[in-house]
């Protein structure tokens, strides 16, 4: 299955994707958000469909302690609004320091700060993925990988 990984920001959204073998996660872009919900559902309802995904993986920022919090709440907005744009799953996948993860892969690869910067979004986006694809593979899952919160 190709997937489509989001990790859903206030001032941007990282994207990703994996391949039709659910092998390798990669960078798919970023979203700038315009701070219009319907508008920014209606861009990222685009790129799903533009990738011909089968699914979408969307970071949830759980707190530490696994429960929903403020951020966490903006996002499952987000994702209540985007089901009814698009006709594919979609799951949740906790992003708990994601970006902090991606920074530090990214550092240790040499990137620039100005790099870093440009592909944050993406590379959480990567992990997320990532982490999901994993789990698929251990738990040889389909797509019942949900948050209760959803």
Not at 6 to 23: M, P, Q, W
Request: glycine content about 6%; hydrophobic content about 45%.
């Amino acid at each position: 299955m190709r997937f489509v990984a989001l990790d859903i920001g206030d001032v941007r959204i990282g994207v990703a994707t994996c391949d039709s073998l659910e092998i390798a996660a990669s960078p798919a872009g970023t979203i700038v958000r315009v701070n219009s919900l319907k508008r920014d559902v209606a861009s990222v309802a685009s790129m799903i469909v533009e990738q011909e995904a089968d699914g979408v993986v969307a970071g949830l920022p759980l707190s530490i302690d696994g429960s929903v919090g403020p951020q966490a709440e903006k996002v499952l907005g987000f994702i209540r609004a985007l089901r009814r744009a698009v006709d594919v799953p979609i799951v949740t996948w906790d992003e708990s320091l994601s970006s902090v993860e991606a920074d530090e892969l990214m550092i240790s690869r040499g990137l620039s700060r100005q790099k870093r910067r440009v592909m944050i979004d993406q590379m959480a986006a990567v992990l997320i993925l990532e982490g999901y694809l994993a789990h698929r593979r251990t738990a040889n899952t389909p797509h019942d990988v949900q948050h209760p919160a959803n």
